[in-house]
T-cell receptor, first 110, second 112 residues
Framework: ETGVTQSPTHLIKTRGQQVTLRCSSQ?????VSWYQQALGQGPQFIFQ???????GRGNFPPRFSGLQFPNYSSELNVNALELDDSALYLC?????????FGPGTRLTVL | KQEVTQIPAALSVPEGENLVLNCSFT??????LQWFRQDPGKGLTSLLL?????REQTSGRLNASLDKSSGRSTLYIAASQPGDSATYLC???????????FGKGTKLTVNP
């Protein structure tokens, strides 16, 4: 059984650009959640996908969007990047209650 | 709105000491509580999951307790080791939504 994987590991973008982050869920997990973790803070919930449909959203603007594919892998897209978007982006997959996190993507916006 | 607080923000102890990390939450209507470990710049590793109907969970040297009515959880680490040095995060889930609300974490340093 493979764990949750994310790509890329690190990414540097400039303000105004767009970025796509990818997540491969743990085998058999049909729910994926995305979190943003700023330096020194706890992760903040962005949104969740269940069987390819958005299933809840946190307090993030519409320029944060996502997709979940039939194989339950997922993408997080961020448009019009701002400096404050610099953070560690984590995805988590789950089948029941327990959430399993990937290693994260470190995004730096210059 | 659910808020999760972890005290202390940082803790430094000598190797071999037993220690307790604290987590409190404002809304007692939680589905479960999960403790995670995070190494610098890395993802989260799940340590213990306590369902709302449970009072504690144990794994090796770790023991987590949950008192829903008072909105508190503790993580007890026995015989601490330098390898335990990391940030420990607690998170609560409301109503089976699988959406977690996290505290800011406690940064633990265990000195040899």
């Amino acid at each position: 059984e493979t764990g949750v994987t994310q790509s890329p590991t690190h990414l540097i973008k400039t303000r105004g650009q767009q970025v796509t982050l990818r997540c491969s869920s743990q085998s058999g997990h049909n729910t994926v959640s995305w979190y943003q973790q700023a330096l020194g803070q706890g992760p903040q919930f962005i949104f969740q996908y269940y069987r390819e449909e958005e299933n809840g959203r946190g307090n993030f603007p519409p320029r944060f969007s996502g997709l979940q594919f039939p194989n339950y892998s997922s993408e997080l897209n961020v448009n019009a990047l701002e400096l404050d978007d610099s953070a560690l982006y984590l995805c988590a997959s789950s089948l029941t209650n327990e959430q399993f996190f990937g290693p994260g993507t470190r995004l730096t916006v210059l | 709105k659910q808020e999760v607080t972890q005290i202390p923000a940082a803790l430094s102890v000598p190797e071999g000491e037993n220690l307790v990390l604290n987590c409190s939450f404002t809304d007692s209507a939680i589905y479960n509580l999960q403790w995670f470990r995070q190494d610098p710049g890395k993802g989260l590793t799940s340590l213990l999951l306590i369902q709302s109907s449970q009072r504690e969970q144990t794994s090796g040297r770790l023991n987590a307790s949950l008192d829903k009515s008072s909105g508190r959880s503790t993580l007890y680490i026995a015989a601490s080791q330098p390898g335990d040095s990391a940030t420990y995060l607690c998170a609560v889930e409301k109503g089976g939504s699988e959406k977690l609300v996290f505290g800011k974490g406690t940064k633990l340093t265990v000195n040899p």
